[in-house]
C-alpha cells in the first residue's frame, strides 16, 4: 500500500466548476506539500502546510491531521488549470518526500 | 531569479554510454535531490544530499551515482546507461528538510536505447 495516496486519479471538469482533489497519508508527518506538473513538464510548489488551511487566490489547500488527509480546492476552475496535482508528505525529521501518484486535472471551456 | 537550473532538458543515450545530467540552485539551500519519474508512478527518490559534502541514497539508487560539488551544485551521474533508466529526471532543493518549501528544476527527459 502506498504510503499517500490521491483521489482521483484523473478527473474532467466544465470551466467554472469547483474541484476538489484528495490525498490521504498512512505516516506522521511534518508537513504536506501540494506540486502542480503543466504538460511541459515542470513542476512547482502550491502549498505546504502543516496544519488548518491557506489559500492562494482560487486555490485552497486544507490539511486534517487527525485523519491524515489533505484536500486541494479549485474554485471557478480554468482551462489553464489542466495540469497533474501531485501531493507530497515530509516525515518528521526527514530529508525525503514522499510523493503520490497524481491526479490529471483536465478543465474543457 | 534562476531557482534550479537543469541541463540538459533532453537526452537520448545508446546502452552503456555514460552521461551526467547538472543541477544548479541560486537560492543558498542545504538540501538537493534527485528524483525519476515515470508513468503511472509517483516521484521516487534516487539521491539526495542533506548538505554540502553529504549524499545519501534514495529509494532508487542503483545505476547512479552522485556529486554535491559545493553548496549550489548536485550533479547526478550514469555510468553505464540501460534501457531501464528511461525516464524524467528531476533535480529539486530546499532549505532544510522535507517541511521546508520544494524548488525543482525543469525535468531531464532520458531516454535509453
Known amino acids: 500500500k502506498n504510503e499517500v495516496e490521491q483521489s482521483p486519479q484523473n478527473l474532467t471538469a466544465q470551466e467554472g466548476e469547483f474541484i476538489t482533489i484528495n490525498c490521504s497519508y498512512s505516516?506522521?508527518?511534518?508537513?504536506l506539500h501540494w506540486l502542480q506538473q503543466h504538460p511541459g513538464g515542470g513542476i512547482v510548489s502550491l502549498f505546504m502546510l502543516s496544519s488548518g488551511k491557506k489559500k492562494h487566490g482560487r486555490l485552497i489547500a486544507t490539511i486534517n491531521i487527525q485523519e491524515k488527509h489533505s484536500s486541494l480546492h479549485i474554485t471557478a476552475s480554468h482551462p489553464r488549470d489542466s495540469a497533474v496535482y501531485i501531493c507530497?508528505?515530509?516525515?518528521?525529521?526527514?530529508?525525503?518526500?514522499?510523493f503520490g501518484k497524481g491526479t490529471k486535472l483536465t478543465v474543457n471551456p | 531569479n534562476a531557482g534550479v537550473t537543469q541541463t540538459p532538458k533532453f537526452q537520448v543515450l545508446k546502452t552503456g554510454q555514460s552521461m551526467t545530467l547538472q543541477c544548479a540552485q541560486d537560492?543558498?539551500?542545504?538540501?538537493m535531490y534527485w528524483y525519476r519519474q515515470d508513468p503511472g508512478m509517483g516521484l521516487r527518490l534516487i539521491y539526495y544530499?542533506?548538505?554540502?559534502?553529504?549524499?545519501d541514497k534514495g529509494e532508487v539508487p542503483n545505476g547512479y551515482n552522485v556529486s554535491r560539488l559545493n553548496k549550489r551544485e548536485f550533479s547526478l551521474r550514469l555510468e553505464s546507461a540501460a534501457p531501464s533508466q528511461t525516464s524524467v529526471y528531476f533535480c529539486?532543493?530546499?532549505?532544510?528538510?522535507?517541511?521546508?518549501?520544494?524548488?525543482f528544476g525543469q525535468g531531464t527527459r532520458l531516454t535509453v536505447v
Open positions: 529539486a532543493s530546499s532549505y532544510t528538510k522535507s517541511n521546508t518549501e520544494a524548488f
Open positions: 544530499s542533506a548538505s554540502e559534502g553529504t549524499t
Open positions: 537560492m543558498n539551500h542545504n538540501s
Open positions: 505516516v506522521g508527518i511534518s508537513a
Open positions: 507530497a508528505v515530509g516525515q518528521g525529521g526527514s530529508e525525503k518526500l514522499v
